[in-house]
């Protein structure tokens, strides 16, 4: 019997896709019990949502106004506290899960494990190293695992279950010693690049900001595709720093990814590796991603791309 | 003293091509070019820069590792750095094992701020500076793009999944770097030669009072799945036609 705990991911509004990859990936160790501890301020439709993966036993629900903003600092000990009841703690592999882990580890004087991606046993997983150019293998001699989930390598766990909701007592004094000032979300009518079906990626040779902006994000909208962005694109202020895919940016694993003008960078292709269909449009015919991609196209983007797009439009007319 | 404690960990260098040992015991490290962790580079950067703009009086690093990590920080002093301490150990320790020794040093030398990178290129792992501020009792600010030090407080700029989020945390604190906060500046020719009479000292472990105590057992390195070869399509109509053909479009 395995008791997981898996901490939820939220905005405050909507629990986060992240978190029902988590609860495929718990229910993968064996005799597996999954509990969702979620936290938050006001969050009793964020529990409905979880309760209803299937595959929750039930979900403990931390309601404190104290709670309202994801600070690793406030919730790291409100976990720890619990952490004894459960054999594995869980959470996203995403900037929340990262940065709150490995807090609630060091509390607990445990080791932790970043990204597992497959599950060998309740001790053993896998999980890349060097961007992703090595697997490894790894087995953790402690009586709890705390780990944070690769949400690229598991689907996420379908709705209609009906787990009981448990309000849960809060029971350590938070610290005051770090607030939140802000938090600026790009807002996009686009899907959300982490979860999205399809991606469309620009790299360098966009060339400027605006070229970006009508070549990648046209071609995106005519596919209903978010927009991702090497780090090279990144980097010259093509794109935002939150449309980075890549090994120090999102982890992604849609069924189609169109990376236009990306040379391939091993950092670049450690995030895009789990989509299931790579389309590479690239003049240069010795760009390493044509060794990754399933289809390519060498050529002049800005020709390919508005007949791409007229393309598709048409197919989609008739 | 307002005094920055910056830890770096020496890594096999980004641009190398990394192998799997043929009996999947670890991956290839000898010959290759070892670097300081890029991360950790930007950690030292902005550590500098902070001194420079008067935030900061010292700038100390620390690494843990192997004797020859010495080099590693010799070029850390040579990018600006006032002193620099090695606790050496040949075995590799595991991030809370490290943690437990960075602590040590913080005791030891009181900063305002410990600057790390956000995580190291070879573990991959991203845990380091957040145990350190568990364990230290104090507030943490990782993947930092900017950072702006106002007397006892700093107020860090993060990268996250939703966007920027920007933190007051109270010092002393923890502060792990992303890629865009600075760019490291170059090392010249008569700062290496400086940094050779920069102070660097050596603990043990043992001094520290820490005893590792490893919990990972590393079982099997792999090299991942190669994806199956792909197609080249000669024009934008064929194109069209395999992405029809499988149902993306």
Redesign the interface.
Known sequence: MSEVLIIAEHDGARLNPSTARCVTCASQIEGARITIGLWGSGIAAIAAQAAALQGVARVLSFDAPGNAAPLAAVLAPQVAALAKAYTHVLAPSTTFGKDLLPRIAALLNLPALSDIMAVESPQRFRRPIYAGNAILTVEVDAPLVLATVRTASFQAAPAGGSAPVEAGEVSVAPPTHTRLVELAVTHSDRPDLQTARRVVSGGRALGSAEKFQSVVQDLADALGAAVGASRAAVDAGYAANDLQVGQTGKIIAPDLYIALGISGAIQHMTGIKDARTIVAINKDADAPIFEAADIGLVGDLFEIVPALRAAIQSRSRT | MKRILVGIKRV?DYNV??R?KPDNSG?ITDGVKLSINPFDEIALEEALRLKERGAAEEVVVASIGPADVQAQLRTALAMGADRALLVETATPL???DA?KALLKLVEREQPLLALLG??A????????G??????WN??????A?KVVLDGNTA?VT?????????????LP?VITV???LNEPRFVKLPEIIKAKKKPLETLSLASLGITPQP??????????QP??R???????????E???A?D??
Request: aromatic share 2%; glycine share 2%.
């Open positions: 096999v091509r990394i799997v991956v595991e991030p809370l943690a956000k995580q290129i070879d573990d991959d792992n991203n845990q380091t957040q145990m350190l501020a568990a364990l104090r507030p943490q600010a990782t993947f793009s107020r993060r990268e996250v999944d939703a966007g920027l989020e920007t933190l007051e945390v109270d604190a992303d890629l865009r919990r990972l057992r590393a079982l099997h390195y792999a090299a991942p994806r199956a792909g197609v080249l399509v000669k024009d934008v109509n064929e194109l069209v395999a992405l029809a499988r993306l479009i």
